[in-house]
């Protein structure tokens, strides 16, 4: 499974390093260290963090809302495999996207909870990136 470093993390969740630290002091999120001291969160833990930061809606809380040409990079938070079809949902910040794409798709992409993708927006249309 995936780590990711306390920036990563920040990155992925729409704040700051500081404010992902102070959260990870604070025992919101569980971290370990590596070999090299670094602090770590793993994948399946950052996913369900993300997906409870975005059910919170506080509206006193200032929350960055920014789309980079349409791309929305986060965390895999689930991934629902039928015969053909998939369902592929991503905790961007504050977004939530959910793409319908083939099972095929997920498969080459090698999509699972807690690895990080992200979610491209064209007109009606949302497709699934990996770095």
């Known amino acids: 499974m995936q780590s990711y470093t306390i920036g990563?993390?920040?990155?992925?969740?729409?704040v700051s390093p500081d404010t992902a630290r102070r959260w990870a002091d604070a025992g919101r999120v569980a971290t370990h260290r590596d070999e090299s001291g670094r602090r770590l969160i793993e994948g399946r833990d950052l996913a369900a963090?993300?997906?409870?930061?975005?059910?919170?809606?506080?509206e006193d809380e200032e929350t960055p809302y920014t789309s980079a040409r349409n791309a929305f990079p986060g965390i895999v938070t689930a991934v629902k495999l039928g015969d053909v079809a998939a369902q592929v949902e991503i905790q961007a910040g504050p977004h939530r996207l959910v793409s319908l794409l083939t099972r095929e798709a997920v498969e080459e992409l090698g999509l699972e909870v807690g690895m990080q993708a992200a979610a491209r927006v064209k007109s009606t249309n949302v497709h699934i990136d990996r770095p």
């Open 49 to 58: 963090f993300s997906v409870q930061l975005g059910q919170h809606t506080g």
């Open 8 to 14: 990563q993390a920040a990155r992925l969740l729409g």
